[in-house]
C-alpha cells in the first residue's frame, strides 16, 4: 500500500493493539461474548429489514412490520436497534467496509493524485447511489446534535482523509498550487455528497449521477487554473 494512505487505512480498519470494529454511524460492533440468542435476533432482524426495505423503501415499513416478520417482540427489536435510522446504519456496515477497501486499492494505483482524486470522487457518487435509501434512512431521524455528528463520523473521516491526502500529495507534485487551502476544499469538494443534499439533488432536482459525478469532477482541474491576469 501507498504510505500516502497508511494514515487513511487506520481510521477505517484501527491498529492491532486497538483494532476498530464500527458500524457505519461509528457505533462499536457487538462484543465476541454476545449470547447466540441475540446474535440470532440481530442477524433475523436485518435479513427481514434488508428484504422489506428493498421491496418497499425504508419510509414504507414500519418497525411493528419488522418485529412481526422477523418474529421478535418489539422490545428485542427496540433494544437492539432503536429506529429505523440505526437499522439503515447497520445494514451499511459492510457496503461502507467494502467501499473502503475497493476505493483505497484504486486510488493507491496509478496516475497522479488529480486524476486519482476525480476517480474517488467519481466511485464515491455511484456508492451514494447504490445506497442512497439506506443513507437517506438512517440520516432521516436524527435531528440537532444527532445529525452534526454525522460530520464527524468515522465513515465521513475516512472520505475527508482520502480527499485531503490526495490534494496534499498534489500539491507537493506541483499539480495544484502550494498556497490552496487543502483542509477546506476536503470538506468543500465533499459537500455535495452529503445525503441531504444528494438526495435533493437525485429526487428532487431529478439531477441523474452521471451529471452529479461529471460536475464534482469538474471542480478539481479547476483547482490548478491560474488566477485572473495571471
Same mark, same amino acid.
Given at each position: ?23 457505519? @454511524?461509528?457505533?462499536?460492533? @457487538? ?6 440468542? @441475540? ?40 433494544? =437492539? ?15 461502507? =467496509? ?71 500529495? @498534489? ?14 476544499? %476536503?470538506?468543500?469538494?465533499? %459537500? ?21 459525478? %461529471? ?6 482541474? %479547476? ?8
Amino acid at each position: 500500500m501507498s504510505r500516502l494512505f497508511e494514515g487513511v487505512r487506520g481510521i477505517s480498519e484501527g491498529s492491532r493493539e486497538e483494532r476498530w470494529e464500527l458500524d457505519y @454511524a461509528g457505533r462499536p460492533a @457487538a462484543p465476541e461474548g454476545e449470547r447466540s440468542d @441475540a446474535v440470532r435476533n440481530r442477524r433475523r432482524i436485518l435479513r427481514v429489514a434488508r428484504r422489506l426495505f428493498a421491496e418497499r423503501g425504508v419510509t414504507r415499513v414500519s418497525m411493528s412490520e419488522i418485529a412481526r416478520v422477523a418474529g421478535v417482540g418489539k422490545g428485542t427489536l427496540y433494544r =437492539r436497534f432503536p429506529n429505523k435510522g440505526a437499522l439503515c446504519h447497520a445494514l451499511l456496515d459492510e457496503p461502507t =467496509r467494502e467501499f473502503q477497501r475497493e476505493a483505497l486499492a484504486e486510488v493507491s494505483g496509478g496516475g497522479g493524485p488529480v486524476e486519482r482524486l476525480r476517480r474517488f470522487l467519481d466511485r464515491l457518487v455511484w456508492f451514494m447511489e447504490e445506497h442512497l435509501d439506506l443513507f437517506y434512512g438512517g440520516h432521516e431521524a436524527l435531528s440537532g446534535p444527532g445529525r452534526l455528528e454525522q460530520m464527524s463520523s468515522p465513515a465521513y473521516e475516512w472520505r475527508r482523509a482520502v480527499v485531503l491526502a490526495l490534494l496534499r500529495a @498534489a500539491q507537493r507534485e506541483g499539480e495544484i498550487p502550494g498556497d490552496l487551502d487543502v483542509e477546506y476544499l %476536503a470538506i468543500a469538494l465533499l %459537500a455535495p455528497l452529503d445525503v441531504d443534499l444528494y438526495y435533493h439533488q437525485r429526487r428532487v432536482r431529478g439531477i441523474p449521477p452521471e451529471r452529479i459525478s %461529471a460536475g464534482l469532477r469538474a471542480l478539481v482541474p %479547476a483547482l490548478s487554473a491560474p488566477p485572473e491576469g495571471g
